[in-house]
T-cell receptor, first 110, second 113 residues
Framework: GQNIDQPTEMTATEGAIVQINCTYQ??????LFWYQQHAGEAPTFLSY????GLEEKGRFSSFLSRSKGYSYLLLKELQMKDSASYLC???????????FGAGTRLAVHP | DTAVSQTPKYLVTQMGNDKSIKCEQN?????MYWYKQDSKKFLKIMFS???????INETVPNRFSPKSPDKAHLNLHINSLELGDSAVYFC????????????FGNGTRLTVT
C-alpha cells in the first residue's frame, strides 16, 4: 500500500527553526519532494531528494533516509510569510506517479 | 508568462449538470496531470497524460473524462455532477523524469449544490 504521514499542524515563532517530519511506505521509491501551499493558492516546489542526506536551499533544507522511509523539511529564520501548508510527496512506481501526504499546516507567530 | 493556466477559477453548478475545466501549459512539458484536493486539503492524483497518451488513471468514476488534444492541453470533463465532486481541481505539468517537479495551475474551485 501507499502511506505518507506528516503531522497535521505545527506552530512556531518568527525567527525560530522548525522541522517538519515525513514518513512514507510506498511500493517503489523514485524520489521525494516537498511543496509549499499557501491558503487558496497552488502548491509550489521547494525541494527534491533522491539520495540519502541533506539538501540545502537558502533558509530551507530537506533530509532523506531511504532505509528508514523518513524525510524532514527544516525551515530556518522563520518569517510570517512561511505560514502555509507543507506537503511531502513521493514518486512511486513508474509513470511519474507523485503521491502526496495530507500536509502539515504551519502557523508562524510573532 | 510561462505557466500552467486553468479556467475557470471558480465553478458553481447544480447536481446532475455536466461541466468542463480547461488547462494549458506553455512550459514545453511532456506530461500533464489532474489532481483533486478535498476539504481536508488532501491532494490526490486522478489522471496523467504523457504526450497526449493516458498513462495514469486512478480509481476515478467514469463520469470524469480527461481529454488531451495536444501535449500542451489537458481538459477535464465531468458528467452528472454530484455533491461529493465539490473540491479544488489542480492541473499540473512536468518534464516527465523522476526528478522533475510538478508545476501546478492555480486551481479550479468546484462547488456542486
Amino acid at each position: 500500500g501507499q502511506n505518507i504521514d506528516q503531522p497535521t499542524e505545527m506552530t512556531a515563532t518568527e525567527g525560530a527553526i522548525v522541522q517538519i517530519n515525513c514518513t512514507y511506505q510506498t511500493s517503489g521509491f523514485n524520489g521525494l519532494f516537498w511543496y509549499q501551499q499557501h491558503a487558496g493558492e497552488a502548491p509550489t516546489f521547494l525541494s527534491y531528494n533522491v539520495l540519502d542526506g541533506l539538501e540545502e536551499k537558502g533558509r530551507f533544507s530537506s533530509f532523506l533516509s531511504r532505509s528508514k522511509g523518513y524525510s524532514y523539511l527544516l525551515l530556518k529564520e522563520l518569517q510570517m510569510k512561511d505560514s502555509a501548508s507543507y506537503l511531502c510527496a513521493v514518486f512511486s512506481g513508474g509513470y511519474n506517479k507523485l503521491i502526496f501526504g495530507a500536509g502539515t499546516r504551519l502557523a508562524v507567530h510573532p | 508568462d510561462t505557466a500552467v493556466s486553468q479556467t475557470p477559477k471558480y465553478l458553481v453548478t447544480q447536481m446532475g449538470n455536466d461541466k468542463s475545466i480547461k488547462c494549458e501549459q506553455n512550459l514545453g512539458h511532456d506530461t500533464m496531470y489532474w489532481y483533486k484536493q478535498d476539504s481536508k486539503k488532501f491532494l490526490k492524483i486522478m489522471f496523467s497524460y504523457n504526450n497526449k497518451e493516458l498513462i495514469i488513471n486512478e480509481t476515478v468514476p467514469n463520469r470524469f473524462s480527461p481529454k488531451s488534444p495536444d501535449k500542451a492541453h489537458l481538459n477535464l470533463h465531468i458528467n452528472s455532477l454530484e455533491l461529493g465532486d465539490s473540491a479544488v481541481y489542480f492541473c499540473a505539468s512536468s518534464q516527465g523524469g523522476n526528478n522533475s517537479p510538478l508545476h501546478f495551475g492555480n486551481g479550479t474551485r468546484l462547488t456542486v449544490t
